[in-house]
Protein backbone atom coordinates (compact mmCIF):
# COMPACT_ATOMS: atom_id res chain seq x y z
CA UNK A 1 0.00 0.00 0.00
CA UNK A 2 1.67 3.45 -0.83
CA UNK A 3 1.07 6.42 0.03
CA UNK A 4 -0.71 8.62 -2.84
CA UNK A 5 0.86 12.27 -3.44
CA UNK A 6 -1.04 15.34 -3.06
CA UNK A 7 -2.39 14.32 0.37
CA UNK A 8 -1.03 14.20 4.01
CA UNK A 9 2.05 11.93 4.64
CA UNK A 10 1.26 9.36 6.03
CA UNK A 11 3.34 7.21 8.75
CA UNK A 12 4.06 3.19 8.74
CA UNK A 13 2.03 2.94 11.42
CA UNK A 14 -0.90 4.00 9.64
CA UNK A 15 -0.59 2.17 6.52
CA UNK A 16 0.26 -0.84 8.11
CA UNK A 17 -2.96 -0.71 10.52
CA UNK A 18 -5.26 0.41 7.75
CA UNK A 19 -3.46 -2.46 5.49
CA UNK A 20 -4.25 -5.46 8.20
CA UNK A 21 -7.71 -4.01 8.93
CA UNK A 22 -9.12 -4.08 5.26
CA UNK A 23 -7.43 -7.29 4.67
CA UNK A 24 -9.74 -8.41 7.96
CA UNK A 25 -12.51 -7.36 6.21
CA UNK A 26 -12.85 -4.33 9.08
CA UNK A 27 -12.55 -1.14 6.97
CA UNK A 28 -12.94 0.49 9.85
CA UNK A 29 -11.29 -1.05 12.36
CA UNK A 30 -8.15 1.00 12.07
CA UNK A 31 -8.80 4.14 13.05
CA UNK A 32 -8.79 3.75 16.87
CA UNK A 33 -6.13 1.59 16.82
CA UNK A 34 -4.21 4.52 15.38
CA UNK A 35 -6.05 6.97 17.47
CA UNK A 36 -4.44 5.08 20.72
CA UNK A 37 -1.10 4.62 19.20
CA UNK A 38 -1.26 8.47 18.37
CA UNK A 39 -2.02 8.91 21.82
CA UNK A 40 1.41 7.07 22.84
CA UNK A 41 3.44 9.18 20.37
CA UNK A 42 3.41 6.30 18.90
CA UNK A 43 2.00 6.87 15.17
CA UNK A 44 0.74 9.71 13.72
CA UNK A 45 -3.08 11.22 12.95
CA UNK A 46 -2.40 12.12 8.88
CA UNK A 47 -5.20 14.53 9.17
CA UNK A 48 -4.42 16.62 12.23
CA UNK A 49 -3.90 19.95 10.52
CA UNK A 50 -4.53 22.15 13.29
CA UNK A 51 -6.80 24.09 11.95
CA UNK A 52 -10.19 23.78 9.59
CA UNK A 53 -9.54 21.94 6.36
CA UNK A 54 -8.99 24.92 3.37
CA UNK A 55 -11.56 23.57 1.13
CA UNK A 56 -14.27 24.58 4.36
CA UNK A 57 -12.69 28.06 4.70
CA UNK A 58 -13.03 28.39 0.90
CA UNK A 59 -16.46 27.54 1.43
CA UNK A 60 -16.98 30.23 3.83
CA UNK A 61 -15.37 33.05 1.74
CA UNK A 62 -17.63 32.04 -1.24
CA UNK A 63 -20.58 32.75 1.30
CA UNK A 64 -18.88 35.98 2.10
CA UNK A 65 -18.21 36.91 -1.61
CA UNK A 66 -22.03 35.62 -3.12
CA UNK A 67 -24.00 36.42 0.39
CA UNK A 68 -22.10 39.15 2.33
CA UNK A 69 -20.91 38.62 6.12
CA UNK A 70 -20.01 35.56 7.51
CA UNK A 71 -21.86 31.89 7.23
CA UNK A 72 -24.75 32.30 9.50
CA UNK A 73 -25.68 29.69 11.45
CA UNK A 74 -28.16 31.17 13.75
CA UNK A 75 -30.80 29.11 14.19
CA UNK A 76 -28.79 26.34 12.16
CA UNK A 77 -27.80 22.62 12.93
CA UNK A 78 -24.97 21.21 11.41
CA UNK A 79 -23.14 17.62 11.53
CA UNK A 80 -19.54 16.77 10.88
CA UNK A 81 -19.46 12.91 10.75
CA UNK A 82 -16.39 11.20 11.34
CA UNK A 83 -14.85 14.80 13.23
CA UNK A 84 -11.69 13.53 14.28
CA UNK A 85 -9.46 16.48 15.63
CA UNK A 86 -12.41 18.90 15.48
CA UNK A 87 -11.39 22.01 13.64
CA UNK A 88 -14.10 21.78 11.28
CA UNK A 89 -16.76 21.40 13.76
CA UNK A 90 -15.22 24.12 15.47
CA UNK A 91 -15.54 26.53 12.73
CA UNK A 92 -19.08 25.99 11.79
CA UNK A 93 -19.78 26.43 15.56
CA UNK A 94 -18.37 29.22 15.48
CA UNK A 95 -20.37 30.78 13.02
CA UNK A 96 -23.70 29.46 15.26
CA UNK A 97 -24.33 26.09 13.83
CA UNK A 98 -25.64 23.97 16.86
CA UNK A 99 -23.16 21.03 15.63
CA UNK A 100 -22.50 17.73 16.33
CA UNK A 101 -19.33 15.86 15.28
CA UNK A 102 -19.65 12.04 15.79
CA UNK A 103 -16.44 9.64 15.84
CA UNK A 104 -15.96 6.22 15.54
CA UNK A 105 -13.05 6.01 17.72
CA UNK A 106 -13.74 6.70 21.75
CA UNK A 107 -10.16 8.25 21.91
CA UNK A 108 -11.07 10.72 19.19
CA UNK A 109 -14.27 11.73 21.02
CA UNK A 110 -11.81 12.13 24.55
CA UNK A 111 -8.72 14.10 22.65
CA UNK A 112 -11.24 16.53 20.74
CA UNK A 113 -13.29 17.40 23.77
CA UNK A 114 -9.90 17.95 25.74
CA UNK A 115 -8.32 19.31 22.60
CA UNK A 116 -11.15 22.05 23.02
CA UNK A 117 -12.53 22.20 26.61
CA UNK A 118 -14.88 25.18 26.24
CA UNK A 119 -16.39 23.83 22.70
CA UNK A 120 -20.29 24.31 21.99
CA UNK A 121 -19.18 21.50 20.02
CA UNK A 122 -21.74 18.48 21.10
CA UNK A 123 -19.00 15.26 20.75
CA UNK A 124 -20.46 12.24 19.96
CA UNK A 125 -19.02 8.17 20.24
CA UNK A 126 -21.15 6.95 17.05
CA UNK A 127 -20.83 4.52 13.83
CA UNK A 128 -21.76 6.19 10.92
CA UNK A 129 -23.09 2.74 9.86
CA UNK A 130 -25.28 3.00 13.02
CA UNK A 131 -26.78 6.10 13.01
CA UNK A 132 -29.02 7.14 15.59
CA UNK A 133 -32.46 7.34 14.73
CA UNK A 134 -32.95 11.12 15.44
CA UNK A 135 -29.79 12.06 13.23
CA UNK A 136 -31.47 11.06 9.93
CA UNK A 137 -33.15 14.50 7.81
CA UNK A 138 -31.96 16.38 11.02
CA UNK A 139 -29.30 18.73 9.94
CA UNK A 140 -29.24 22.05 7.86
CA UNK A 141 -25.70 21.61 7.19
CA UNK A 142 -23.32 18.20 7.05
CA UNK A 143 -19.69 18.77 6.60
CA UNK A 144 -18.22 15.68 5.46
CA UNK A 145 -14.70 16.10 5.16
CA UNK A 146 -12.75 13.12 4.06
CA UNK A 147 -14.15 10.47 6.10
CA UNK A 148 -15.77 8.63 3.27
CA UNK A 149 -12.45 8.47 1.17
CA UNK A 150 -10.39 7.07 4.20
CA UNK A 151 -13.16 4.01 3.75
CA UNK A 152 -12.09 1.57 0.84
CA UNK A 153 -14.50 1.42 -2.19
CA UNK A 154 -15.80 -2.34 -2.60
CA UNK A 155 -16.61 -2.77 1.24
CA UNK A 156 -18.46 0.29 2.64
CA UNK A 157 -18.41 3.42 -0.40
CA UNK A 158 -21.69 2.72 -1.14
CA UNK A 159 -23.11 2.26 2.61
CA UNK A 160 -21.07 5.49 3.63
CA UNK A 161 -22.06 7.85 0.74
CA UNK A 162 -25.78 6.83 1.65
CA UNK A 163 -25.33 7.26 5.32
CA UNK A 164 -23.38 10.85 4.95
CA UNK A 165 -26.81 11.81 2.61
CA UNK A 166 -28.99 10.58 5.20
CA UNK A 167 -28.12 13.17 7.74
CA UNK A 168 -29.17 15.99 5.45
CA UNK A 169 -32.64 17.62 6.48
CA UNK A 170 -34.82 18.94 3.77
CA UNK A 171 -33.73 21.95 2.55
CA UNK A 172 -30.31 21.44 4.32
CA UNK A 173 -26.76 21.43 2.44
CA UNK A 174 -24.26 18.87 2.32
CA UNK A 175 -20.65 19.49 1.69
CA UNK A 176 -18.29 16.86 0.74
CA UNK A 177 -14.64 17.54 0.65
CA UNK A 178 -11.84 15.87 -0.32
CA UNK A 179 -8.81 14.64 -2.52
CA UNK A 180 -9.16 14.50 -6.01
CA UNK A 181 -7.95 11.18 -7.35
CA UNK A 182 -4.54 11.32 -8.67
CA UNK A 183 -4.04 10.24 -12.28
CA UNK A 184 -3.18 7.06 -12.85
CA UNK A 185 -3.72 5.88 -9.19
CA UNK A 186 -5.26 2.21 -9.13
CA UNK A 187 -8.55 2.12 -7.22
CA UNK A 188 -7.55 -0.09 -5.35
CA UNK A 189 -4.59 1.87 -3.78
CA UNK A 190 -4.74 3.92 -0.48
CA UNK A 191 -5.35 5.23 2.20
CA UNK A 192 -7.24 7.44 1.50
CA UNK A 193 -9.36 5.72 -1.58
CA UNK A 194 -10.10 9.50 -2.98
CA UNK A 195 -13.62 9.36 -4.76
CA UNK A 196 -13.92 9.33 -8.24
CA UNK A 197 -15.97 11.45 -10.21
CA UNK A 198 -18.98 9.22 -10.40
CA UNK A 199 -18.31 8.58 -6.57
CA UNK A 200 -18.54 12.16 -5.56
CA UNK A 201 -21.98 12.52 -7.70
CA UNK A 202 -22.99 9.65 -5.94
CA UNK A 203 -23.79 11.70 -3.30
CA UNK A 204 -26.42 13.06 -5.36
CA UNK A 205 -29.52 10.85 -5.21
CA UNK A 206 -33.08 10.85 -3.77
CA UNK A 207 -34.26 14.44 -3.33
CA UNK A 208 -30.44 15.65 -3.18
CA UNK A 209 -28.85 17.68 -6.08
CA UNK A 210 -25.93 18.34 -6.99
CA UNK A 211 -25.07 22.31 -6.84
CA UNK A 212 -21.69 22.83 -8.12
CA UNK A 213 -18.33 21.33 -7.53
CA UNK A 214 -15.28 23.80 -6.34
CA UNK A 215 -11.89 22.73 -6.99
CA UNK A 216 -8.34 24.34 -5.37
CA UNK A 217 -6.22 26.35 -7.20
CA UNK A 218 -3.92 23.72 -7.62
CA UNK A 219 -6.52 20.91 -8.54
CA UNK A 220 -5.68 18.98 -5.82
CA UNK A 221 -8.57 19.22 -3.44
CA UNK A 222 -12.71 19.62 -4.25
CA UNK A 223 -15.46 20.89 -2.19
CA UNK A 224 -18.75 19.39 -3.86
CA UNK A 225 -21.83 21.15 -2.54
CA UNK A 226 -25.21 19.24 -3.04
CA UNK A 227 -28.75 20.54 -1.06
CA UNK A 228 -31.95 18.29 -0.57
CA UNK A 229 -35.03 19.60 -1.88
CA UNK A 230 -36.91 21.27 0.96
C1 LIG B 1 -9.58 10.78 7.32
S1 LIG B 1 -10.24 11.05 8.89
C2 LIG B 1 -10.93 12.68 8.69
C3 LIG B 1 -11.20 13.35 10.00
C4 LIG B 1 -11.81 14.74 9.90
N1 LIG B 1 -13.03 14.76 9.13
C5 LIG B 1 -10.80 15.69 9.34
O1 LIG B 1 -10.84 16.03 8.16
O2 LIG B 1 -9.94 16.11 10.11
C6 LIG B 1 -11.64 10.00 8.94
C7 LIG B 1 -12.34 10.02 10.29
O3 LIG B 1 -13.52 9.23 10.20
C8 LIG B 1 -13.64 8.44 11.36
N2 LIG B 1 -14.42 7.26 10.99
C9 LIG B 1 -14.05 6.21 10.24
N3 LIG B 1 -15.03 5.31 10.13
C10 LIG B 1 -16.08 5.81 10.81
C11 LIG B 1 -17.40 5.34 11.07
N4 LIG B 1 -17.84 4.16 10.60
N5 LIG B 1 -18.20 6.09 11.83
C12 LIG B 1 -17.77 7.28 12.34
N6 LIG B 1 -16.53 7.78 12.12
C13 LIG B 1 -15.69 7.05 11.37
C14 LIG B 1 -12.21 8.12 11.74
O4 LIG B 1 -12.05 7.72 13.08
C15 LIG B 1 -11.51 9.43 11.40
O5 LIG B 1 -11.50 10.31 12.51
Known amino acids: MATNPGVPDQDEATLRLAREAVAAGDPTGWFE ?16 RGGPHPMLLDWAED ?4 RGGSPDGAGRSAMVPGVGP ?18 VSPTAVRAVREAHPKSAVDYRVADLFELP ?3 IG ?3 LVAEVMTVQSMPRGQVRARAT ?3 R ?3 APGGTLLVIGVNLPTGTPLDQGPPWCLTPAEIEAFAADDVALRRIVESEDHVRYRAEFVRAE
Open 138 to 140: AFD
Open 133 to 135: AEW
Open 166 to 168: SLV
Open 33 to 48: PLYDAASRGEAVVPWA
Open 63 to 66: WELE
Open 86 to 103: GWDSELLASYGYATTGFD
Open 162 to 164: AAV
